[in-house]
């Protein structure tokens, strides 16, 4: 089995795969104070609540944008659970083009995205990451990854308006039944979900309009929020919402991992 690490900046996706298929994932808190110790204890646990053990792990791969915790993790993996960890970077012979002005400063975690998509999303698409921040990839049918966009995540800007508003209260993040809301809840949710669903609409319009092949690309949505927000959309055509899991299975066979 492959263990799958996406760390990012608020949270750690862990995913347990075996073959093709994703057994089983769950999510940390992105915690730079957690001694590689107390990270092999939460991974060891997880794994052990999923019914494995952690001799069933044969390799680990990760992609993080997040230095500050990614050293201890890989220590706490290699002491606790395998010697085998590969690591996406923009350097790796991973079979995917960076066509972009700075492919060094491509985030490990929008390669994986463009792994998965070529493989499970085959023709020119742009994936939609819901994450801290909601990323914009831009993959072509021949495997080129061309740039993208980078905006507020909908949780980020959730959380910096309730933060920023003495009046406004956090609010739980459900599908909003009307746009004119009738309680302060209802706001937020109406203002937060829509203003987002329009934006993505409005993004893909703009990078559809940009496109520099023949054909309309589709819009495939990941990350944990896409359920929530593809619904709301005109423009998202499917959800997978462990595409960038899939990336890191992809990429740990690219990256020898299993030999």
Do not use: Y
């Amino acid at each position: 089995m492959l263990l799958a690490l996406d760390i990012g900046n608020t949270e750690i996706t862990v995913g347990l795969i075996q073959g093709d298929e994703v057994r089983g994932h769950w999510r940390l808190t992105t915690n730079p104070d957690r001694t590689p110790d107390e990270w092999g204890v939460a991974l060891e646990a997880f794994l052990v609540r999923a019914g494995h053990s952690p001799a069933e792990i044969r390799a680990a791969c990760i992609a993080s944008v997040a230095p500050a915790v990614t050293q201890s993790l890989v220590a706490a993996i290699r002491s606790a659970i395998t010697p085998r960890v590969g690591m996406i970077t923009a350097t790796a012979d991973l079979g995917v083009e960076l066509d972009v002005d700075e492919p060094l400063a491509v985030g490990p975690d929008r390669i994986a995205n463009v792994i998965a998509a070529l493989e499970r999303h085959p023709g020119g698409c742009v994936v939609v990451d819901f994450g801290t921040a909601t990323t914009f990839d831009c993959i072509t049918a021949d495997g080129r990854f061309i740039g993208g966009a980078i905006m507020p995540g909908l949780r980020t800007s959730a959380d910096q308006l309730v933060r920023r508003a003495a009046k406004l209260t956090a609010t739980e993040l459900i599908a909003p039944e009307r746009a004119i809301g009738r309680r302060t809840d209802e706001h937020i949710r109406s203002g937060v979900l829509f203003g987002t669903a329009d934006a993505i609409d409005g993004m893909v319009r703009r990078i559809r309009a940009e496109w520099p092949v023949d054909g309309t690309p589709r819009v495939i949505a990941t990350g944990g929020l896409a359920p929530l927000i593809a619904p709301l959309t005109t423009s998202i055509d499917a959800v997978d919402a462990d595409l960038t899991l899939h990336g890191l299975r992809i990429a740990a066979s690219r990256l020898d991992l299993f030999s």
